[in-house]
């Protein structure tokens, strides 16, 4: 499975953005998606993933503010981010695992190359 990521930006404070992770290769069927972002010097973090049948799950800290979805049909999965903060500029990755929707990164077997969200203040 080859996973693109894209949607990336930047964005004021307050503002919103639409990620979107297009997959190739194989359909996704079974896989439950992952969206995490990573700044520099810092562990990669959770933020949100959805099963195959689109049951969600968020970190908290997120919750509220991001939504994500999947389009099956589409082989794609998207992440809707409002009420950005300067704090959630990284680089945002997409993941896809067999496990079913888990924040531990590395039960995630396939990587999209990431898109950078820069939030200004």
């Known amino acids: 499975v080859q996973l693109q990521a894209s949607g990336g930006g930047l964005v004021q404070a307050g503002g919103s953005l639409r990620l979107s992770c297009a997959a190739s290769?194989?359909?996704?069927?079974?896989?439950?998606m992952g969206w995490f972002r990573q700044v520099p010097g810092k562990e990669r973090e959770f933020v949100a993933a959805?099963?195959?049948?689109?049951?969600?799950y968020y970190t908290d800290s997120m919750k509220g503010r991001f939504v994500i979805s999947r389009d099956n049909a589409k082989n794609t999965v998207y992440l809707e981010m409002n009420s950005l903060k300067p704090e959630d500029t990284a680089a945002y990755y997409c993941?896809?695992?067999?496990?079913?929707?888990?924040?531990?990164?590395?039960?995630?077997?396939?990587w999209g190359q990431g898109t950078q969200v820069t939030v200004s203040s």
């Open positions: 290769g194989r359909t996704l069927e079974s896989y439950a």
């Open positions: 993941a896809a695992t067999t496990w079913g929707p888990r924040a531990d990164p590395s039960k995630y077997l396939y």
């Open positions: 959805i099963s195959w049948g689109g049951s969600t």
